[in-house]
């Protein structure tokens, strides 16, 4: 059902926006719940399901895709946790960190939409962001000697773990920060094979800062 309705809406460039909003609306819940029993979107079913759930959001109907997708939000899957927010708010170190990893569910049932959750522009920023860090200590590393970064909002360290795993000589100085004392935990962890670096904190007061600045 789903890849008929796909096929259709995709033809017509999406589900009718002439509909009334009630039969509009059953349309597009009719096309979430086929999803939710196929196992998930196709990468070809992506941009009407991003529409779809554009659509409700703007509609403030929250709730009704909540109860439509439910069986996929649980902490098994990418969007499961976002939306439940175990670490009590949103982007914690640890979705961060399967975001790094493009973590997916090991159920069947449940990977596609963990592809789909890897796809999204959000995501991608976030993995950006660890390319960025690695590119901006090697830029450091390359023009100062003995520089400190300051990597503020550090999350699970990832990061700073990769790039010194990579560049066991450095003699950048990497001081990590965050506000999550759970996120601080996490980042020592992911990084205890590399006990000479300044330690993680989480918080910094000082009135002059030795750190390079990067804006």
């Known amino acids: 059902m789903a890849n008929a309705l796909s096929q259709s809406a995709l033809q017509s460039g999406g589900l009718s926006t002439k509909t009334p909003r009630s039969s509009l609306a059953g349309e597009r819940l009719d096309f979430l719940r086929a999803l939710v029993a196929a196992g998930g979107p196709t ?3 992506y941009p009407l399901l991003a529409t779809t759930l554009s659509w409700f959001h703007e509609m403030g109907f929250g709730e009704v895709v909540r109860r ?3 069986p996929t939000l649980t902490r098994e899957t990418m969007q499961g946790f976002s939306f439940l927010k175990p670490h009590g ?3 914690d170190f640890e979705i961060i960190d399967r975001i790094y990893a493009c973590w997916r569910a090991d159920d069947p049932e449940l990977m596609r939409w963990d592809e789909y959750f ?3 522009s959000a995501p991608r920023a976030v993995r950006n962001r660890k390319i960025y860090f690695a590119r901006l200590a090697s830029e450091v590393r390359a023009s100062l000697a003995g520089a400190r970064i300051l990597n503020v909002g550090c999350g699970p360290g ?12 450095t003699d950048v100085r990497i001081d990590s920060i965050d506000t999550d004392p759970n996120a601080i935990a996490f980042a020592r ?3 205890q094979l590399h006990p000479s670096e300044p330690p993680f904190i989480g918080s910094m007061r000082c009135a002059s800062s030795p750190y390079v600045s990067t804006t």
């Open 68 to 70: 439509a997708l439910g």
């Open 118 to 120: 890897h796809a999204q």
């Open 43 to 45: 990468p070809g079913e």
């Open 89 to 91: 708010y949103a982007g």
């Open 189 to 191: 962890r992911v990084c």
């Open 158 to 169: 990832r990061d700073v773990d990769e790039y010194l795993s990579s560049h066991p000589t």
